[in-house]
């Protein structure tokens, strides 16, 4: 009885600490934070961008907080915007934006949505570093957050890359990251 009890407890622990969110809406971080989020244009980082579309009424804006080591983006277009903010030590490195067709379980039709992966990069502690791949979607005027689509313990996702052409994985690599391309299970060295 006392070993069911501490599995029980265990399981509990476990499970409330995996359905944590690591990013989510800015209103709702800054609830949780205790401070309000703005754009800071003075800071000019910008993720790397791999747009397949052919919009070009996409921009993003960078998020800050008075809270040290929180920050975020804000995703707009000429019908939505969406403020996405990451937790402590957590930021995005890259935006793959594609047009995708996602199912409407009401309407039981196709929708054709403008996609955003955002792979992140979190500094769990010394020397740990993991990747987390973050979706969102507009359709129309409507905005969904599809939270954490992956979560690696490893640096960059080989799930995000292998995603990718071999020219975007390479322009990645170029951009931020400075490694050797693993890419669709081979190794390609960077020059």
């Not at 980082?45 to 929180?70: C, E, G, L, M, S």
């Not at 969406?82 to 937790?87: K, S, T, W």
């Not at 009401?106 to 990747?131: V, W």
Request: glycine content about 4%.
């Amino acid at each position: 009885m006392k070993y069911l009890l501490i599995l029980l407890l265990s399981s509990l622990i476990i499970s409330s600490a995996q359905s944590r969110e690591m990013a989510k809406h800015c209103d709702e971080m800054s609830k949780e934070i205790e401070s309000k989020w703005f754009i800071d244009n003075e800071y000019d980082y910008i993720p790397h961008v791999i747009n397949r579309t052919k919009r070009k009424d996409i921009a993003f804006d960078n998020i800050d907080f008075k809270v040290p080591q929180y920050s975020g983006i804000n995703i707009k277009t000429k019908n939505n915007s969406y403020p996405i903010c990451f937790e402590a030590k957590t930021h995005p490195t890259a935006i793959l934006i594609e047009e995708k067709e996602l199912y409407n379980p009401f309407d039981r039709k196709m929708e054709k949505h403008l996609y955003f992966s955002i792979h992140a990069m979190d500094n769990c502690g010394l020397p740990c570093t993991q990747a987390h791949v973050y979706s969102i979607s507009f359709y129309k005027k409507e905005k969904y957050f599809w939270g954490l689509t992956i979560r690696e313990n490893e640096y960059p996702s080989m799930w995000f890359v292998d995603h990718l052409t071999f020219k975007e994985a390479y322009g990645l690599h170029r951009y931020g990251f400075e490694l050797d391309i693993y890419w669709r299970g081979k190794w390609y060295t960077i020059d």
